[in-house]
């Protein structure tokens, strides 16, 4: 029984990670608040949501938008043919689809609705890749056993910072290869006494218990289900620890060579193999609210989805975030989300100058926090708005998740926090969303509050486009709810603290104060 509790407590730990949390049925508009809690308003749903279905029946009423905000998604791809997505995606007006030519002359052919950075040097998709701090190791070691050369940027500390988080994984890596070989010795015997590979756990539980093997397994069947642990949660474990073994920590696995950012690189293939992720984040800013189907967006009658594949199963590249950046800002996004994020950049000025670059052409970046439950004022989270050189890019957020707990569970549990580089909090626990084959899930992580708060500056500047995006920034944090001096738990400890200290705001965001704030500048 060590075993099992041990497994168990690593699982709680991946779940996390992993940020699916449950699945919910297909195809329905549920009067469930709890399926639609992050669009609700404190003083009459009692969440502490955004204020968007107050916001559209008090302000903006009949009135339409002045014009329509093109939110560049950079992800692991999304599913543009969804029932809830097809028609609020970005068009390339200019290029003609598939006629194999660069209509527009920007060096990417046939990039009707974004473009695809995750592909080898064959020009196929990529699914997997390594963590970055096996990239690095990897090249490290190379270059040694050559008694090559090392890059500038190669220096001891970044190896260091390296190993130690490679160290840090594989010790992830050691306990979820217990808890996988614990389920397949599990599985192995249910599928023998229910006499189907297909059974359930009520199925499980239904068999006679009374001697081990049955007795114990019986037990553990009992906590899995009080602790909301699925059969598929444990399949997507033993999957997971798969990948560590197969790709992440890998140093024989290679993807693919490094690009030169300066040529166009990629294919239009932007859903790429797993799209779940990336069409969860798209629906969260534009699942069309209209249409009596599966979920509502923030912001669907207001935004254009631009889809920019860049985040493998595995780190992303700083060439291909960069990449993304920059074809985001030349081919006219006005938001960049970013629900993504690394503790290792290697080639960070690529980034840096990429976000500069959004940051003078009055381009908005939304970044993720992370969910390690971790300070980042004190841990490196990548990319951030601050560059080597010092520079602060005056037009990037980064935000953290709250949940839809009124006490002192608000903060979920995963996020990181940080009262001097997080702004603020946003609802990205337990959110319903768009998920490829018209399909919809909850799912939990900063990859969900971020794009809440993406479709809620989107609502707000396409019925204020004379705003900069300095002044969108400032009014998305001053109109937060402010809660700073309320008491909630820290997801690091578990510590009661006053949430003014996880943030630079001390607040969660809210449409219906933004709009309103936003009418003043206006004025």
Not at 122 to 135: G, K, M, P, S, V
Not at 249 to 269: K, Q, T
Not at 464 to 478: F, G, N, R, T, Y
Not at 506 to 519: P, Q
Request: with cysteine.
């Amino acid at each position: 029984m060590k075993l099992i509790l041990f497994a168990t407590t690593i699982f709680f730990g991946l779940n996390l990670r992993a940020q699916s949390i449950q699945s919910a049925s297909k195809k329905e508009v549920s009067t469930d608040k709890k399926r639609d809690w992050h669009n609700l308003d404190y003083k009459s749903d009692k969440f502490y949501g955004t204020s968007t279905n107050r916001t559209y029946a008090e302000l903006i009423g009949d009135q339409k938008p002045k014009k329509k905000i093109v939110v560049a998604v950079i992800d692991s791809g999304v599913d543009f043919e969804h029932e809830d997505l097809k028609t609020h995606l970005w068009i390339n007006r200019i290029e003609i689809a598939l006629n194999g030519k660069d209509d527009d002359g920007n060096g990417y052919i046939d990039d009707v609705h974004g473009w695809n950075f995750l592909i080898d040097e064959n020009n196929e998709d990529i699914q997997f890749d390594n963590l970055e701090a096996t990239r690095v190791l990897r090249l490290s070691k190379q270059i040694k056993e050559s008694n090559g050369e090392y890059p500038d940027w190669l220096t001891n500390e970044v190896i260091s910072q390296a190993v130690e988080i490679y160290n840090e994984n594989v010790e992830e890596y050691k306990g979820m290869e217990q808890m996988a070989n614990f389920y397949v010795a599990l599985d192995s015997i249910l599928t023998v006494e229910t006499g189907t590979e297909s059974y359930t756990f009520d199925q499980a539980l239904a068999l006679p218990h009374d001697e081990d093997p049955m007795k114990s397994i019986h037990r553990v069947i009992k906590a899995f289900s009080l602790g909301g642990i699925t059969q598929s949660d444990l399949i997507e474990m033993y999957e997971t620890s798969e990948k560590f073994e197969k790709y992440y920590l890998n140093y024989d696995f290679v993807a693919r060579p490094d690009f030169d950012v300066n040529e166009p690189y990629g294919n239009n293939n932007y859903e790429g193999p797993d799209a779940i992720h990336g069409t969860h984040v798209a629906g969260l800013i534009a699942a069309d609210r209209n249409n009596e189907l599966g979920a509502r967006g923030i912001a669907s009658d207001c935004v254009e989805i631009m889809i920019l594949r860049a985040v493998p199963d595995g780190d992303e590249r700083d060439e291909d975030v960069a990449s993304a950046i920059r074809y985001a800002v030349d081919n006219g996004a006005n938001i960049i989300n970013m629900s993504f994020g690394k503790g290792l950049s290697p080639n960070k000025e690529l980034v840096d100058e990429a976000i500069r670059y959004a940051s003078e052409n009055n381009v908005l970046i939304i970044h993720a926090a992370g969910n390690d439950s971790e300070n980042n004022d004190e841990v490196a989270n990548f990319p951030n708005p601050i560059a080597k050189s010092g520079y602060r890019s005056p037009t990037y957020m980064t935000i953290g998740a709250s949940s839809i707990s009124r006490k002192k569970d608000l903060v979920a549990n995963f996020s990181n926090f940080g009262q001097q580089e997080v702004d603020l909090f946003s609802p990205g626990h337990d959110v319903y969303s768009t998920v490829p084959f018209n399909e919809y899930k909850l799912l939990s992580g900063t990859s969900m509050a971020a794009p809440v708060a993406s479709g809620v500056a989107a609502l707000v500047w396409a019925y204020h486009p004379d705003l900069s995006a300095v002044q969108l920034k400032e009014i998305l944090s001053e109109s937060s709810v402010d809660l700073s001096k309320k008491k909630v738990k820290r997801p690091s400890d578990g510590k009661k603290v006053k949430f003014g200290t996880l943030s630079r705001t001390g607040g969660i965001i809210n449409a219906y104060n933004a709009f309103k704030l936003a009418d003043t500048y206006s004025n």
